[in-house]
Nanobody, 122 residues
């Protein structure tokens, strides 16, 4: 199995930045895509960003393009989400995910973490 542990969330003001980290452990596969979903209270989980094994391909939902940057360090089995210019609308629990292919549909992914809370105040 693969275990994913997210960290780096917190309470910040609008316009501030946060860097989320997701450390993976256990059995992994070289074909896995890694990324992030988020879920705000009362809403469905929403795709945020994903990155290929090599880091050469990245994907973002429109609302975070130009503000968020996803990256990975395979030597540390870790994926990051640098979040700049945060808005109150970004408030959510952020979940790290891993899967065999890129999609924006949460049920298609194989593993996910417990989440880290991001709260952005105005």
């Amino acid at each position: 199995q693969v275990q994913l542990v997210e960290s780096g969330g917190g309470l910040v003001q609008a316009g501030d930045s946060l860097r989320l980290s997701c450390a993976a452990s256990g059995r992994t596969f070289s074909t896995y895509v890694m990324g992030w979903f988020r879920q705000a209270p009362g809403k469905e989980r929403e795709f945020v960003a994903a990155i290929s094994l090599s880091g050469g391909s990245t994907y973002y939902t429109d609302s975070v393009k130009g503000r968020f940057t996803i990256s990975r360090d395979n030597a540390k089995s870790t994926v990051y989400l640098q979040m700049n210019s945060l808005k109150p609308e970004d408030t959510a629990v952020y979940y790290c995910i891993v899967g065999r292919r890129y999609t924006t549909d949460f049920p298609t992914y194989d593993f996910w973490g417990q989440g880290t809370q991001v709260t952005v105040s105005s």
